[in-house]
């Protein structure tokens, strides 16, 4: 009996998802995210992770389990290429000291188990594949990756950075010298080509598999010279790399390194995103709603006036026609919401600048799927893909704020949600 209760509580919790079976999902509209078409009455055949057939005449007798979502659109699972999943500050709270004492206050265990949860939620939400971008303590997300990959937790696929690498002080401000180099418990301090090179792989060994620089966290930034040591450092580990950047000279200096993307870039210029498009580097913009600068301390007045210039560089980037790839950037924690819930409110933003909606979908699937070098695995419904599959009821194409009603997720054949809609 207590044996038979075990396997009942390991089938429960997740762990019976083991044993390769096969499932069919008669998907009633299959959306390619890729060509923004959709295909009516498919059949997805999923064999253990994968997918092993698609199309509208597939034999599903054989099929252990039948997956109904005749009803639904059907889709790959959700990408956010910059999410920071151990970081929760308190709205209304980052104010002064207050986000660097979180570096004090919390210990990586702690941040860790926020991560997980966080993560879970992200999932649930449907985003199956995140990028954690650092501020994870000491490489917290490193053991939330690797309790999901031993199959621990049914979570989202996790790529993360490891510790930030900046200049001297991370993106900590004005602490006394008395007080020590405390920030040195999220950021690797790197102020020459060779301490950033070193930076890169103490990273790489405690467990990063992509790379996140900071190049301009104050008035000193980083020079070309520098940038590039961090990219050829991470391209030779065979490794893709990330850098924040505002704007300016600071941009310029990373754009003429070739990283595979900036973050942030709230204040690039045309000439500056038109570099980036000719060079291929993808803009993952964090494009913050409005309230979202409010809940980390900004005025009403400051609020709007950021939130306006994030609205402007989109409607430039795409005018342009710069790849772009979803990023949200959330590090605070609402007690009303999900972490899932607050990363789909960055869609408001991109709504409000005009993006067609096909290309938001494309921002949240194919582009952070090449973006991260996961595009033969990931990001597409078609055979030999991993089968990270989610639904709604409304095509995202028409709208996408369908996005806030994923009633259905399958992370590598495992349903993670399967709500009952309509009636
Ligand atoms: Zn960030």
Do not use: C
Not at 43 to 65: H, R
């Amino acid at each position: 009996m207590r044996a038979y209760l075990a396997i009942l509580l390991a089938v429960l919790l997740g762990f019976g998802a083991v044993q390769a079976q096969t499932i069919a999902i008669r998907a009633g509209h299959l959306v390619d995210p890729a060509t923004g078409t959709v295909a009516d009455d498919q059949i997805i055949l999923i064999d253990g992770k994968t997918i092993s057939a698609v199309g509208p005449n597939i034999d599903i007798s054989s099929a252990d389990e039948v997956i109904d979502l005749s009803d639904s659109y059907v889709f790959p699972g959700l990408m956010d290429a910059h999410v920071h999943m151990t970081f929760g500050l308190r709205p209304y709270d980052n104010t002064g000291s207050d986000w660097e004492m979180y570096f004090l206050k919390e210990t990586s265990a702690y941040r860790a188990l926020r991560g997980m949860r966080q993560s879970i939620e992200a999932l649930e939400s449907g985003f199956t594949t995140i990028k954690d971008i650092g501020n994870d303590a000491e490489w917290a997300m490193v053991d939330v990756r690797k309790a999901i990959e031993a199959g621990y937790f049914v979570g989202p696929t996790i790529l993360n950075t490891g510790k930030i690498i900046a200049a001297f002080g991370g993106q900590s401000r004005g602490f006394s010298h008395e007080q020590g180099p405390f920030w040195q418990y999220e950021y690797l301090d790197a102020d020459t080509p060779d301490e950033i090179r070193k930076a890169v792989r103490k990273n790489i060994y405690y467990g990063a598999n992509t790379i996140k620089l900071v190049a301009d966290n104050s008035n000193v930034f980083y020079t070309e010279a520098e940038n590039r040591a961090a990219v050829e450092e991470a391209h030779n580990a065979g490794l893709t790399i990330a850098i924040h950047v505002y704007g300016g000279q600071a941009a310029t200096n990373v754009i003429n390194a070739g990283p595979e993307s900036i973050e942030h870039g709230f204040a690039l210029s045309d000439d500056q995103l038109t570099l980036m498009k000719e060079k291929g580097i993808v803009l993952v913009g964090t494009d913050f709603p409005e309230e979202h600068f409010r809940m980390m301390g900004s005025s009403d007045e400051r609020a709007r006036e950021i939130n306006a210039q994030v609205v402007d560089r989109l409607q430039r980037a795409h005018r342009i026609g710069v790849t772009m790839a979803f990023g949200t950037d959330v590090i605070l924690d609402m007690p009303d919401k999900t972490r899932g819930e607050m990363m789909l409110e960055y869609l408001d933003v991109w709504r409000a600048a005009g993006i067609p909606h096909a290309d938001i979908l494309k921002a949240l699937t194919t582009n952070p799927a090449e973006l991260m070098a996961i595009d033969n695995e990931r990001g597409a419904i078609a055979v030999g893909q991993f089968a990270d599959i989610i639904a709604t009821s409304e095509n995202p194409l028409d709208d996408i704020h369908a996005l806030n009603g994923v009633h259905f997720v399958l992370k590598e054949g495992a349903v993670v949600k399967h709500d009952l809609v309509g009636g």
